[in-house]
């Protein structure tokens, strides 16, 4: 079964507008990723946040997590044509393996 | 990522027929991982090994088998192709004593269609 579960399973918006893809995982983690996927291609790595991290920056993105809610959200902002893609968290629980969730599609309108 | 490769990029086949995946990397990474994606479910781990004298069955080994033929080459087979094994499949890459914790690396993915 998946860990990580991602909401919504599909969201559209407007170029320039914000997107935001929620997590959620049943066990504890040492860290979750985030992964982007742009149609049929492999998934390539975004960004990464610890256990022990609260909130994390790279460019457009801005990634928190909150163990006691065992959640994590992903937010782009002034989103582009170009982020239309397919978004995955995976969580690592320390068993040298890392599990994926199902994905929120992401299409953004120009 | 250019330095995972995976043959052949697509396939057709026919049930019953034995098939062999291929992905090479030259990212000199101990660990490698054979995924399968299916519309709505996400990625499902099918084997990994962190060395080439370790193998493990993931989530949904059942069907098919691996190899570790060097550090750089894990292959992918199915022994007797069915139709529910038309999906895409992924090979990735990780090392944690080089890159970000367990980061994974994938390939460009293999689309397989059994008929």
């Known amino acids: 079964s998946q860990q990580g579960e991602e909401d919504p399973q599909a969201l559209s918006i407007q170029e320039g507008e914000n997107a935001t893809m929620n997590c959620s995982y049943k066990t504890s983690i040492n860290n979750l990723q985030w992964y982007r996927q742009n149609s049929g291609r492999g998934l390539v790595h975004l960004i990464l946040i610890r256990s022990n991290e609260r909130e994390k920056h790279s460019g457009r993105l801005r990634v928190t997590l909150d163990t006691s809610k065992k959640s994590s959200s992903l937010l782009i902002t002034a989103s582009r044509a170009a982020d239309t893609a397919s978004y995955f968290c995976a969580t690592d629980g320390g068993y040298q393996k890392v599990t994926f969730g199902i994905g929120t599609k992401l299409q953004v309108i120009p | 990522d250019a330095d995972v490769t995976q043959t052949p990029r697509n396939r057709i086949t026919k049930t019953g027929k034995r098939i062999m995946l291929e992905c090479s990397q030259t990212?000199?990474?101990?660990?490698m991982y054979w995924y399968r994606q299916d519309p709505g479910l996400g990625l499902q781990l099918i084997y990994y090994s962190f060395d080439v004298k370790d193998i493990n069955k993931g989530e949904i080994s059942d069907g098919y088998s691996v190899s570790r033929q060097a550090q750089a080459k894990f292959s992918l087979s199915l022994e007797s192709a069915i139709p529910n094994q038309t999906a895409l499949y992924f090979c990735?890459?990780?090392?944690?004593?080089?890159?970000?914790?367990?980061?994974?690396?994938f390939g460009p993915g293999t689309r397989l269609t059994v008929l």
């Open positions: 990212k000199g990474h101990d660990r």
């Open positions: 990735a890459t990780s090392d944690p004593r080089r890159s970000s914790y367990n980061e994974q690396f």
